[in-house]
Nanobody
Framework: QVQLVESGGGLVQAGGSLRLSCAAS????????MGWFRQAPRKERDFVAI???????YYADSVKGRFTISRDNAKNTVYLQMNRLKPEDTAVYYC????????????????WGQGTQVTVSS
């Protein structure tokens, strides 16, 4: 069974940067689109970005131009480079494997990591 483990979260000041990693084990990510979501306290889990198998990408409007998703199939890892962070980016960030369309819908993803906390101070 594939497992996903996120890392790289932490506390950063507004305007700063972080790079999140999502390492997969027990199987390969190569045949799947891989996405990132985030969930702030008392809010729903929101789509952030997705990288398809052809390396094409798609972003939520709220992060477009600031965040970059990438994947390294040889390392079985997905990344999320986050620049110009804002306090409203504070959330637990999750990576997930997409099994069907509708990229913005959590139910389209079948395997999730445990999440990594990102806190942006003002």
């Amino acid at each position: 069974q594939v497992q996903l483990v996120e890392s790289g979260g932490g506390l950063v000041q507004a305007g700063g940067s972080l790079r999140l990693s999502c390492a997969a084990s027990g199987g390969t990510i190569s045949p799947y689109a891989m996405g990132w979501f985030r969930q702030a306290p008392r809010k729903e889990r929101d789509f952030v970005a997705i990288a398809w198998i052809d390396q094409s990408t798609y972003y939520a409007d709220s992060v477009k131009g600031r965040f970059t998703i990438s994947r390294d199939n040889a390392k079985n890892t997905v990344y999320l480079q986050m620049n110009r962070l804002k306090p409203e980016d504070t959330a637990v960030y999750y990576c997930a494997r997409n099994r069907r369309g509708r990229v913005g819908v959590p139910d389209s993803y079948d395997i999730w990591g445990q999440g990594t906390q990102v806190t942006v101070s003002s």
